[in-house]
């Protein structure tokens, strides 16, 4: 957009710094705007890739009220990715071709595999939803660890620079909180019955590991950029150790053990 040229980067940094809001029709700096749109199309990728893979689970949920909350999660997650849609069709992105061009709905077909921080296909989701979630026990691990995660990364858009983004996001934040209330409440029930104990812990092994990807390496040039912008606040290392010592604090207390986590460029080195 030609606006994207009519202020400086100094003269932008300082609006930031003051605590200014830069709205959808403001100039803005071209970097500024190719990195915040990066950050909503990941993020509205996820949101819809996410709803696709927790539709099945309406069908397959053990009770009705169960069929009703699942519904409800992904009514929240379709209003969340089309939230974020409309900031980036504010931004002159051609919302619908995108959501026509990829597969949203696809899934690794084996649930063992392990891609670590590996992309599978041109949309921009977080990787973890390429797995399949293949049992309730599954369902609930995912909401249980991946919706917290998204929780702690959703934490520093809360007050970013972008007013539209940070709008969308308050909205998004308290909902996404109901998501995990319902994870916590059912990994509880799951950890506690002897029947479903082993099978509980063996998801979180599975789930916090792959949820432990999605922060990203610490010290990104990338996530310094974020930062120099007021899109996020804190390094990718820091999000994830936020998260890290909220899922050690919430297993504890039901008697699950703590999984292990080894970085991907750790297991290269």
């Known amino acids: 957009m030609s606006m994207a040229t009519t202020i400086s980067e100094e003269e932008f940094l300082k609006r ?10 403001d100039p803005m700096p071209e970097e500024y705007r190719t990195h915040l749109i990066n950050l ?23 009770t009705i009220h169960e069929k009703l909350l699942v519904a409800q999660i992904v009514k929240d997650e379709i209003r969340h990715a089309y939230a974020i849609n409309k900031c980036l069709e504010e931004l002159g992105i051609d919302v619908e071709e995108r959501v026509r061009q990829q597969d949203f709905a696809y ?6 595999q ?3 921080s590996e992309r599978l ?10 797995y399949p979630i293949e049992t309730w026990t599954d369902f609930i691990m995912f909401n249980f660890c991946m919706d917290r995660g998204a929780g702690h990364q959703l934490e520093d ?8 983004w940070a709008r969308a996001i308050n909205q998004i934040f308290k909902e996404e909180m109901m998501h995990v ?9 799951l950890a506690k019955d002897p029947a479903t104990r082993d099978e509980v812990q063996q998801a979180l092994d599975k789930w916090f590991n792959r949820t432990m990807n999605i922060f990203g390496r610490p010290g990104s040039k990338r996530n310094a950029l974020y930062r120099k912008w007021g899109l996020k606040k804190r390094d990718n290392n820091d999000v994830r150790e936020s998260f ?13 053990r703590m999984p292990e986590w080894t970085p991907d460029y750790e297991k290269a080195s």
């Open 244 to 256: 890290r010592q909220e899922i050690e604090e919430k297993v504890s207390k039901v008697g699950l």
């Open 181 to 189: 209330n319902h994870g916590d409440q059912w990994v509880e029930r």
């Open 40 to 62: 909503l199309e990941m993020q509205a990728d996820s949101e819809l890739s996410g709803a696709y893979g927790y539709i099945p689970w309406i069908e397959k949920a053990p």
């Open 107 to 112: 899934r690794l077909t084996e649930d063992d």
């Open 157 to 164: 858009a809360l007050e970013c620079s972008y007013a539209p």
């Open 16 to 25: 930031i710094a003051a605590g200014e809001k830069i709205e959808a029709n």
């Open 121 to 130: 296909k041109a949309d921009k989701r977080v990787n973890i939803f390429y």
């Open 114 to 116: 392990n891609i670590g």
